[in-house]
């Protein structure tokens, strides 16, 4: 499929940040398997009320999706009912249709969901999302039409829709409490056996996986595509204190071993709607429940220290406050001189923003690199 991908910004966005908005949307849709043809910016104070892009950027995207043969227009915001039915309609004549970014993670969602808890929550978030969209077409179809008999067909008709989409509403919040109680379950069974865990945390593809997979010397899916992992997986980290150094002589049995679980599940993204944050809220709240966290960051990311302020808002959110550990990863992406800056770059920041968290790794998943010293913390942590 081929997609024209657009935005609308104020004109005192900095350049860089609209490219990065752009650039992480059209990574989305190439996640999605579909392929981006054309993209553009629309500079404005504001969107435009009916259909978010204004007319003569309107026209000119029309012209290129007839010239293309383009089958889908995707906005980076959240667009209104209204906007969203309006600018189907102004595209009704090149046979295109109009997306918002969420409409396109839902679709990522549900081609990566695999477990049938992620399968509902996703359900869950695409009925929440579409529900206004639904109820405001039948609306607008019944003023054009006109007439008590299309008035009483369209109350009618809204009327059975609100019923069913309200009982499937019920019906998956229903199973999705039995998914937690299990989990709370589990979590009071791991504090009895005294096991400690740590949640990974961090920005969508900045390689948790391939972190957790280092560690632990197992296989959880890590491919370079946004939101790869939506399913929540649990792995043992074995620490050993003679391939720690803590202890010399002989190897030791692993009754001397500590055991760590490390917890792995969705990675986050700039803006992301409140609706997704709920659905996924009963999968994170394992995080809440952890010990502490590990907040993975790509180091070689020019856009680093906003995608970390982005991860610290949603924990906020989902008020996960436990202690924080952060781990610079992708260090195989720099050079070594490139490297020295960006320590330098790193520590200034934790003296200016985050003088309470005093502990923060550099390391390579790829490459297995320095990941001795996040074990030897966690030995004498627990």
Not at 186 to 212: E, P
Not at 264 to 289: H, M, R, W, Y
């Amino acid at each position: 499929m081929k997609v024209v991908i657009a935005d609308v910004v104020d004109p005192r966005f900095p350049k860089e940040k609209m490219e990065w908005r752009l650039s992480e949307l059209e990574n989305l849709v190439s996640t999605y398997w579909w392929v981006v043809i054309v993209k553009k910016i629309q500079k404005r104070w504001r969107p435009d009320y009916k259909t978010y892009i204004w007319g003569w950027k309107l026209e000119e995207i029309k012209s290129i999706i007839q010239q293309t043969k383009a089958d889908v227009l995707i906005l980076w915001n959240i667009l209104k009912p209204f906007q969203i039915y309006n600018l189907n309609e102004e595209l009704k004549d090149t046979g295109a249709k109009a997306w918002d970014r969420v409409d396109l993670i839902l679709k990522i969602f549900d081609l990566h969901a695999k477990s049938p808890e992620a399968k509902l929550q996703i359900e869950l978030a695409s009925i929440k999302h579409m529900w206004p969209r639904i109820f405001w077409m039948w609306m607008e179809l019944s003023r054009q039409w006109g007439g008590i008999w299309t008035k009483w067909i369209w109350e009618t008709n809204t009327e059975i829709m609100k019923r069913h989409l309200r009982k499937r509403i019920q019906q998956i919040e229903e199973k999705l409490k039995q998914y937690e109680r299990v989990r709370e379950q589990h979590r009071k069974a791991r504090t009895k056996k005294q096991l400690h865990t740590v949640w990974i945390v961090g920005y969508t593809n900045a390689w948790k996986s391939s972190l957790l997979n280092a560690l632990t010397n197992k296989w959880v899916l890590a491919e370079d595509k946004l939101f790869a992992t939506l399913w929540t997986s649990v792995w043992e980290l074995f620490l050993n204190p003679y391939e720690l150094g803590f202890v010399s002589g002989e190897q030791c049995s692993w009754d001397q071993c500590k055991k760590i679980l490390l917890n792995d599940t969705v990675g986050f993204i700039q803006d992301l709607p409140p609706n997704l944050i709920k659905a996924f809220k009963s999968t994170l709240e394992d995080s809440i429940e952890s010990d502490i966290l590990f907040h993975v960051i790509d180091v070689s990311d020019p856009f680093m220290e906003e995608k970390i302020e982005v991860v610290n808002d949603i924990l906020n959110q989902i008020w996960a406050n436990q202690e924080m550990i952060y781990i610079f990863n992708k260090i195989d992406n720099l050079s070594e001189n490139k490297l020295k800056e960006k320590k330098k770059e790193i520590s200034k920041m934790f003296e200016e923003n985050w003088k309470e968290w005093k502990n923060y790794f550099f390391v390579s998943a790829h490459k297995k690199l320095w990941l001795k010293e996040i074990k030897k913390f966690l030995f004498e942590k627990f």
